[in-house]
């Protein structure tokens, strides 16, 4: 059985206990207001439907969203801003580089020995740690110093044999998972703060000069020659090992997605210097909305709750950061309507209390008797005693929820493909010039990274059944889906060696 396949049965699966469920429920007639919970349930999968009618609806919103952000600034919730990246590895870079890490769950430093060809990467430290909570909430001068000042540890560290790159230097590649307006390849300056960072002086500055001043105070002899996000580092990495790579994919705790343009097509920058012809394009898509997304009232809610309502409309349908909350709300009005999770428990009305890898592990759950949920029903929500048939519904609600995102992220990466002309649509329709078709459709790779993805079998799988079926049996095995591990550290150093390196120059 094929992977899709295999996640079509166990949706079916799920279905079929529920059904089964539910007439236990209504003969025995146990619980109040088992044909309300029933209700609940029914009308929320019929609002998360994705047929492939409405997935398509979705690509093409994407596509008319990522027209209007490259036609003007504002144009569309999607910001499609700049990253100055028009170079991007070939596989060719020698030397050592050093990378920064910041933004995502620990603060990094990296040292990278590039080989050169064919791709090779032969040496890697890493040093990681969480950044302090107090320097999240302090001066630019003290984060900045004490990211400077982990830098030169890690340096002074260095095997004495050790050679640095070129000129005696060192390059260094810094992504800064943040929204910043790209001024070039090496410098921005920060729009706002995100993930409990909060430092007002930092706001509107240029991050990398903040770095660089520091750096030079500790006399570290070293040059930001890249400031970018994890995003385009995902993408570097992934064209570094395979060259018909076109776009990069986050979907973690948040989500974010970057390819690459040609420079022409960036209307709102007319005469936009590229060495290449092209540029990577970060998109900023958790932003995207469109009124073909299925929306409940749940999200709703959520985003009503949320500290930035109206904001990440698309991230608060896909993301980590919002799964299980999602679960979490289904869940309680259920509780509200019936006694089939007993006395009502004060836990299901603790927003973020049912994480994500929790909801997942509910969902992927394969013993017979439905144990771990149980016991998450039990430990997390204080959810005690829970029968069978009611803990086959909760790994319904989690089926639906991660099937829509699932393929909603499916649609959006469908999207960016049409968008470049890489879905096969704007192909030749006759029959009798299948095989000549077939020959003109390009390999594409979308380079993908995040903890959603990579940790959550079933999300993957409906990822992969809706490319399927947007993209039709003749284009699928020409768009290929690789995970790509550690873009945040590895593609930063990359971009800094294609920076130094001019063979790479009109490598897009
Ligand atoms: P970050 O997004 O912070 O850079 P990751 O890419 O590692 O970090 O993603 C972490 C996110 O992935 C978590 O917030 C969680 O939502 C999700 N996640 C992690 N493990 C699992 C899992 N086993 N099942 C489902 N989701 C998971
Ligand atoms: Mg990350």
């Given at each position: 059985m094929g992977r899709s396949a295999v996640a079509i049965a166990a949706g079916c699966a799920v279905v079929a206990c529920v059904a089964s469920a539910m007439m236990v429920g209504r003969r025995a007639?146990?619980?109040?207001g088992w044909s309300r919970v029933v209700r609940v349930l029914e009308e929320f999968e019929e609002s998360c439907a994705t047929p492939v009618g409405r997935l398509r609806q979705v690509v093409d919103a994407m596509v008319v969203e990522m027209h209007a952000g490259l036609a003007s600034e504002g144009g569309s919730k999607l910001k499609m801003l700049l990253t100055y990246v028009d170079t991007l590895p070939t596989g060719n870079e020698e030397g050592i580089y050093y990378a920064l890490d910041l933004g995502g769950t620990n603060f990094r430093v990296l040292r990278v020995k590039l080989g050169g060809q064919p791709s090779a990467v032969i040496g890697c430290e890493i040093d990681e740690q969480p950044i302090p909570e107090q320097l999240m909430t302090s001066t630019s001068e003290e984060l900045f110093d004490y990211i400077a000042a982990t830098l030169k540890d890690f340096v002074d560290r260095e095997n004495e044999t050790s050679e640095p790159s070129r000129g005696g230097g060192r390059e260094l590649g810094f992504t800064f998972s943040f929204p910043v307006k790209q001024t070039s390849l090496s410098s921005g300056t920060l729009i706002r703060w995100t993930k409990r960072f909060s430092i007002e002086d930092m706001v509107g500055r240029d991050v990398s000069q903040s770095l660089q001043q520091e750096m030079s105070l500790k006399g570290l002899?070293?040059?930001?020659?890249a400031l970018i996000n994890d995003t385009v580092g995902t993408l570097a990495l992934g064209r570094y090992h395979d060259e018909d790579t076109v776009a990069a994919v986050i979907i973690g705790t948040g989500t974010n997605a970057c390819y690459l343009e040609r420079a022409d097509a960036i209307i709102k920058c007319q005469g936009l210097f590229s060495n290449s012809g092209g540029m990577v394009v970060n998109m900023e898509w958790g932003n995207f909305w469109s009124s073909h997304l299925p929306r409940t009232k749940f999200d709703v809610d959520l985003d009503a709750d949320s500290q930035n309502p109206n904001d990440q409309g698309f991230e608060k349908m896909i993301s980590g950061m919002y799964l299980g909350d999602i679960v979490r709300r289904v869940m309680l009005q259920m509780s509200q309507e019936s006694d089939v999770f007993g006395p009502a428990s004060?836990?299901?009305?603790?927003?973020?209390?049912?994480r994500t890898p929790l909801m997942a592990a509910m969902h992927e759950d394969d013993s017979p008797d439905l144990r771990e949920v149980a016991r998450i029903l039990r430990d997390i929500l204080e959810i005690p005693d829970v029968p069978l048939n009611v803990r086959k519904l909760v790994v319904k609600v989690c089926d639906v929820v991660t099937c829509r995102a699932a393929r909603l992220v499916a649609a959006g990466i469908v999207g960016i493909l049409k968008k470049i002309g890489r879905?096969?649509?704007?192909?030749?329709?006759s029959a009798k010039m299948k095989p000549l078709r077939q020959d003109r459709i390009k390999r594409t790779v979308v380079a993908i990274e995040g903890g959603l993805y990579t940790n959550y079998t079933m999300f993957r799988e409906y990822l992969n059944e809706a490319m399927e079926q947007i993209l039709g049996e003749d284009i699928t095995p020409h768009v290929i889906i690789k995970i790509t591990e550690d873009g945040s550290g590895i593609g930063a150093a990359l971009l800094a060696a294609s920076r130094a390196s001019s063979s790479a120059v009109g490598a897009l």
């Open positions: 007639r146990r619980w109040r002899n070293m040059r930001v020659s004060s836990k299901l009305h603790e927003p973020f209390i049912l879905d096969g649509s704007g192909g030749i329709t």
